[in-house]
């Protein structure tokens, strides 16, 4: 389960990734940090999260966002894990890298394509503007 402790933000953007500090997490504790306890990583705008019993100190602008992402992955190469006979995390990371790509994808599609109502409304909107526009430019 990924995890996360926060400090005061300061960077530039949710997306930089200024701190990696990578350690393997004490399998002996089963349930990691809270997400509303402080850690001191000594990182100003750090965000401590584990991603599948990984801990990485990362920055960004948004820390609530950055922990919303770090559970995401998690969860995907939890998911993964479960259906293959794969120990190996770098494996299991590039499987999940493309469940993910393969959702953001079909998202992107589904978002770029209207639909075939959103179409019809969108030519009944339109010749209605017309309409208007040609009635204006009648009366002047």
Known sequence: MATASTESPTPKSTTDVLTTDVSKKDTSTKNALPRDLAATNGVAGSVRVEIFDQVYNLRGSDADYIVQLAEYVDAKMRAVSEQTATVDSVRLA??????????????????????????????KLASALDEVLEDTRRTG
């Open 94 to 123: 590039v499987l999940a890298a493309l469940n993910i790509a393969d959702e953001y994808h079909l998202m992107k599609r589904r978002f770029e394509t209207p639909s075939p109502e959103a179409r019809q409304r969108a030519n």
